[in-house]
Antibody, heavy 121, light 110 residues
Framework: EVQLVESGGGLVQPGGSLRLSCAAS????????MSWVRQAPGRGLEWVAN????????YYVDSVKGRFTISRDNAKNSMFLQMNSLRVEDTAIYYC??????????????WGRGTLVTVSS | QSVLTQPPSASGTPGQRVTMSCSGS????????VNWYQQLPGTAPKFLIY???QRPSGVPDRFSGSKSGTSASLAISGLQSEDEADYYC???????????FGGGTKLTVL
């Protein structure tokens, strides 16, 4: 079964940094765009960033631009999210998701189980 | 505040048909296809509908989607207790150059 597993979450103080990882198994990461999506406690889903197959294109939601950096290592079948200058409002479960596709149609599948990031003093 | 607008809640009794809406704009739903996701309590989201109305294998035909103009909707017929979940619509937004989600609709099966 195709699977994504996130790691690297934890408790960090405001202004601190954290690096999330997403390990892919049973599919070739290099064939897909990949995304990070987050969910604050009791709130809805918010897309954070995505990255093209070869890493040449990256897009971010405005609230994290200049603070977060998405990257990937296709040789290790892994994706990363470097989060700097963290704010209390970045507290959320962070999910990685594969952007699966068929023709012009794209959707998120599968999703990982998520990793919790808590920003608090 | 989410770019796509969904009603916060919906409800129905077992066997009923319920619908939930998703409203956007010309930069997202108006020109892009809509996907729907189901999030059962305490779990990660699960892919439910793509290209406005297409179901992936494994999703029951009780679930159906539609789109008209800048709005989309999800319908669930023959409602079952295990359908109680949060439902999210999503689409790519050409103005924001990113994916946008609705705020989610919490479905309660009475």
């Amino acid at each position: 079964e195709v699977q994504l597993v996130e790691s690297g979450g934890g408790l960090v103080q405001p202004g601190g940094s954290l690096r999330l990882s997403c390990a892919a198994s049973r599919f070739t990461l290099s064939s897909y765009w990949m995304s990070w999506v987050r969910q604050a406690p009791g709130r809805g889903l918010e897309w954070v960033a995505n990255i093209k197959q070869d890493g040449s294109e990256k897009y971010y939601v405005d609230s994290v631009k200049g603070r977060f950096t998405i990257s990937r290592d296709n040789a290790k079948n892994s994706m990363f999210l470097q989060m700097n200058s963290l704010r209390v409002e970045d507290t959320a479960i962070y999910y990685c998701a594969r952007e699966d596709w068929f023709g012009d149609y794209v959707w998120f599948d599968p999703w990982g189980r998520g990793t919790l990031v808590t920003v608090s003093s | 505040q989410s770019v796509l607008t969904q009603p916060p809640s919906a409800s129905g009794t077992p066997g009923q048909r319920v619908t939930m809406s998703c409203s956007g704009s010309s930069s997202n739903i108006g020109t892009k296809t809509v996907n729907w996701y189901q999030q059962l309590p305490g779990t990660a989201p699960k892919f439910l509908i793509y290209n406005n109305n297409q179901r992936p294998s494994g999703v029951p035909d009780r679930f159906s989607g539609s789109k008209s103009g800048t709005s989309a909707s999800l319908a669930i017929s023959g409602l079952q207790s295990e359908d109680e979940a949060d439902y999210y619509c999503a689409a790519w937004d050409d103005s924001l150059n990113g994916w946008v989600f609705g705020g989610g609709t919490k479905l309660t099966v009475l």
